[in-house]
């Protein structure tokens, strides 16, 4: 079924296993302090998992070009010894690896090294804080001199191509759109000029390293801003920049300070292939096409490729998720997919943090992760491990008991039963998923779904037992008495507000209302205004669309003819504090808040409530009361930590850790995934 993307292809005269680059992400450990060996392990466990070509982070050719504080710069001697471990660790593993060439351009911070950010023109943006100033022709020459300087230095430390960084709003997209290139010389004036800086710092990178040397180009196939360059342009680009000997056109989407979202989970999967497909037609034949951006499965990949629109694909995140991403595919294996969140990666880079993965929280820890040592590492191992004991008489050192199958208790059964142990996952829902089986329910979160198969496929490959519809009580007491350690993580309950007329029965809690979303009023007004609020009032104001999600997307966003769309309820969130959705991530937040307001969802925040009647929630406002009308009021005001079994285990006297929702009440899955995992760890 993967026969097409999983067929050998030859690009720039590169031997590739398949057809499935692994595209350049930021790590933020690119400048870490140890010779480059964490950077090295990350790369090389992806190589390992059977990535065939991949393409690192951007590394910035000049200071002033770096996207933040933990870049590598490719023309600095003390960085050569790092880069040269990952392209050597790479190789080790059996895979390739290209460089990326990277300059920000006006999407540099003044902060990151006490420089003014440069561009062609000192147009500012949205993404940084600080005003570029425009280069000077002399300036250009020498920029163009870093890029081809980076590529030889590249070639001479063992990495097997580079890709020119020319998409999402950096510096070489900033020469091609007459939004940020106002000059009027050589470098700009009209289109032909404005393709200048990119064909000269291809032309100028292929003098240095060497014709024989691979350069893939990561174009943007739009900018997805007011003014951009139309598909002219674009298709003129891609011809010049295959006729000048770039290797491969990669062909990326958007611009970081575009109002319409790319890469997040609102993004139907595959929406973007008609980019990739207008380039490939095209250059017909003369350079490979490769479809980037909201492709997360190769089965995807194999339905893009299928249709004609790209040659090859290029998934990033998904190797973050799962770094085994091709190996597992190929043996049709479970995948660990990305769900498109950002939440532990892009928004993670957006301030300078080290990435890693909700769904895997060893992504970046690979150096921490070697195998775990085939002793126990027995009690008080861990600070957080509250009891003593763990030896006693009748203890199965190698029986651990999880309770709770959520993110935090399969996180922790995984990683017990990875490390050696005999897990007993104990549920007491008649599924397995926590929080993640609500959250699938929502408009674009349907692969929250695949995060349950997949960790319940691996437990059951594992020979962990799963034990659903089994609540733990005083009847387990003996057997969790014989276990070596428990993870407790059962969770949350919804927290109830004390409100009169909150026991109404037109009033749900989330949880009810995710269950019975279809049967509920036409009118809904949800009591509380964070992330799982604005998830139900995605489910509940979604209606349905002629055609599918993508073609839905597209016409949402003004890329293609409108389709009709059946409205969904009238849904309104109500807060008491200033900011609905606080504590969704910095990419997605204004995506989700802009799809409900396209849907008409009224946001009312700064709200005082007086009660709930029959016929919706009254508010107090400072000239009286003020219906909001509901058919249903949905309460959806926080939670409380499921951890009634706490003194239970205290008084085993068993090594045990407490995890995710149950240790403090909050909903959020990075920490739950990367808790359980290290409760897991520390435990066994
Ligand atoms: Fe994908 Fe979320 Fe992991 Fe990022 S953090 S790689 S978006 S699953």
Excluded at 107 to 136: E, N
Excluded at 160 to 185: C, H, I, K, P, W
Excluded at 555 to 565: M, R, S, W, Y
Aim: hydrophobic fraction near 45%; charged fraction near 20%.
């Amino acid at each position: 079924a993967l026969a097409r993307v999983l067929s050998p292809v030859t690009l720039g005269g590169l031997a590739l296993p398949h057809r499935v680059v692994m595209g350049s992400m930021h790590l933020g450990i690119e400048d870490r302090d140890d010779g480059g060996a964490a950077l090295a392990a990350f790369y090389a466990a992806r190589a390992a998992g059977g990535a065939g070509l991949i393409v690192t982070g951007g590394s910035a050719v000049s200071r002033v070009g770096a996207g933040g504080v933990h870049y590598s710069f490719v023309n600095e001697a003390a960085d050569a010894p790092r880069l040269a471990r990952v392209a050597d660790a790479v190789h080790a593993a059996g895979g390739l690896i290209a460089l990326q060439l990277f300059h920000a351009g006006r999407y540099a911070f003044a902060a990151s090294f006490g420089v003014q950010p440069v561009a062609p023109s000192p147009v500012p943006s949205r993404f940084s804080p600080d005003p570029p100033r425009a280069l000077s022709g002399a300036e250009v020459t020498a920029t163009i001199d870093d890029f081809a300087r980076g590529a030889a230095t590249a070639r001479r430390l063992g990495f097997d191509a580079v890709e020119l960084m020319g998409s999402e709003g950096y510096l070489l997209n900033q020469f091609t759109s007459a939004v940020t290139n106002r000059r009027d010389d050589g470098w700009g004036g009209d289109a032909a000029r404005r393709r200048a800086f990119p064909l000269a710092v291809l032309a100028a990178v292929r003098d240095a390293a060497g014709a024989d040397f691979p350069v893939l180009y990561r174009m943007s196939g739009a900018d997805l801003m007011d003014g951009a360059p139309g598909s002219d342009e674009v298709l003129a680009l891609a011809t010049a920049l295959a006729h000048a000997g770039a290797a491969a056109l990669n062909v990326g989407i958007g611009w970081h300070e575009s109002r319409v979202p790319t890469v997040q989970a609102v993004v139907p999967p595959g929406t973007w292939a008609p980019y990739p497909a207008r380039i490939r037609a095209a250059v017909a034949g003369a350079v490979p096409v490769i479809a980037s951006n909201r492709i997360n499965r190769l089965e995807q990949a194999e339905r893009l490729l299928a249709a004609g629109a790209a040659d090859l694909v290029s998934l990033a995140r998904p190797f973050l998720a799962d770094p085994e991403l091709v190996a597992r595919s190929r043996a049709a294996r479970p995948v660990n997919v990305c769900i498109g969140c950002n939440q532990a990666c892009i928004d993670r880079s957006l301030t300078d943090e080290a990435v890693s993965c909700l769904v895997n929280p060893a992504a970046g820890h690979e150096l921490e992760l070697l195998p775990a040592t085939a002793e126990p590492a027995g009690p008080g191992a861990a600070d957080a491990v509250l009891a003593g004991g763990g030896q006693g008489r009748g203890r199965d050192r190698r029986r651990y008991a999880v309770i709770g199958a959520g993110p935090a208790g399969l996180a922790a059964a995984h990683a017990l039963a990875t490390a050696g142990a005999h897990v007993v996952l104990y549920e007491a829902g008649e599924e397995p998923g926590g929080q993640f089986r609500l959250a699938r329910l929502v408009p674009g979160k349907a692969d929250y779904g695949a995060t349950i198969e997949y960790y319940t496929a691996e437990l059951a490959a594992l020979g962990a037992e799963l034990r659903l519809a089994h609540p733990v009580g005083p009847g387990d007491r003996d057997e969790l008495a014989g276990c070596a350690g428990i993870v407790l993580a059962s969770g949350v309950v919804p927290r109830p507000v004390d409100l009169p007329g909150v026991d109404g029965p037109n009033v749900l809690t989330y949880p009810q209302a995710f269950a019975a979303a279809d049967r509920l009023g036409e009118r809904v007004v949800v009591v509380g205004g964070g992330g799982i609020a604005v998830d139900l009032a995605h489910l509940l104001s979604h209606g349905h669309a002629d055609g599918d999600e993508r073609a839905r997307f597209r016409a949402e966003h003004g890329l293609a003819e409108p389709v009709g769309i059946t409205s969904g309820r009238h849904v309104t969130l109500l807060r008491r504090g200033p900011r609905i959705g606080a504590g969704i991530g910095r990419t997605t937040r204004w995506a989700l808040l802009a799809a409900l307001r396209r849907r008409g969802v009224l946001l009312r925040t700064g709200v005082r409530y007086d009660r709930i009647t029959p016929a919706g929630v009254l508010l107090a406002g400072d000239d009286g009361p003020e219906l909001v009308p509901a058919d249903t009021v949905v309460v959806a005001a926080g939670q409380l930590p499921a951890d009634a079994l706490r003194p239970v285990l205290a008084e085993l006297a068993l090594p045990y850790r407490v995890v995710g929702g149950a240790a403090d009440g909050a909903v959020d899955a990075v920490t739950a995934f990367a808790a359980g995992a290290a409760a897991g760890r520390a435990l066994h």
